[in-house]
């Protein structure tokens, strides 16, 4: 049995550890245990359905990355105005379209209230990535006048959609189209 916070941690994130051993981890006082349990994919879907409630970014990270996450848990948290579950979210292998579209309507309002902050940025990219994700919404994000430059380039040269590098190859910036382009043929330049 462990005694030590470090032992409690080390048994939270072993994928030896079984469901029921995980369940009582998920109480602890100590907030790194509680997000090891949050990611650890035995962990029983009724502790994570509880931890999304956590104040704790870590836990909330850790269940929206967890590919283990149910298909509801993962809808609460893509609803819940938690812009700092939006990347993990979109790079959990797990997210259904249902999901990712929720992403996109999240990232959506946040630009149309502030323009794109840091973290939608890194959701965006990630977003663009996902082979589920929803193309159409992806290109009407980076069409926006807000967002930048060094986005959509960076969009251009990692997702693998090819609807959205030959959106991006037609782009407003040179740079931007020139990395697509590259991308899309496969040359450099």
Aim: glycine share 4%; with cysteine; net charge positive.
């Amino acid at each position: 049995m462990a005694t030590s916070p470090k032992e409690y941690w080390d048994k939270a994130r072993s994928v030896e550890t079984t469901p029921d051993e995980l369940a009582p981890l998920a109480s602890s006082r100590y907030e790194f245990v509680v997000a090891a349990v949050a990611a650890n994919v035995n962990t029983p879907a009724a502790v994570l359905a509880t931890l999304v409630r956590s104040p704790d970014q870590n836990v909330i990270c850790a269940i929206a990355a967890n590919p283990s996450t149910p298909e509801s848990t993962l809808i609460e948290l893509a609803s819940s105005g938690r812009p700092e579950a939006l990347p993990e979210l979109a790079s959990n292998p797990s997210a259904s379209e249902v999901v990712l579209r929720l992403i996109a309507d999240r990232l959506r309002a946040s630009r149309a209230r502030s323009g794109f902050a840091g973290i939608d940025v890194r959701a965006i990219v990630v977003l663009s990535r996902h082979p589920r994700a929803p193309v159409a919404s992806v290109i009407e994000l980076l069409a926006h006048d807000r967002a930048t430059r060094r986005l959509r380039k960076m969009v251009a040269r990692e997702t693998g959609h090819g609807a959205v590098v030959a959106h991006l190859a037609d782009d407003r910036s040179e740079v931007v189209r020139r990395t697509a382009r590259a991308r899309n043929f496969g040359t450099a330049g």
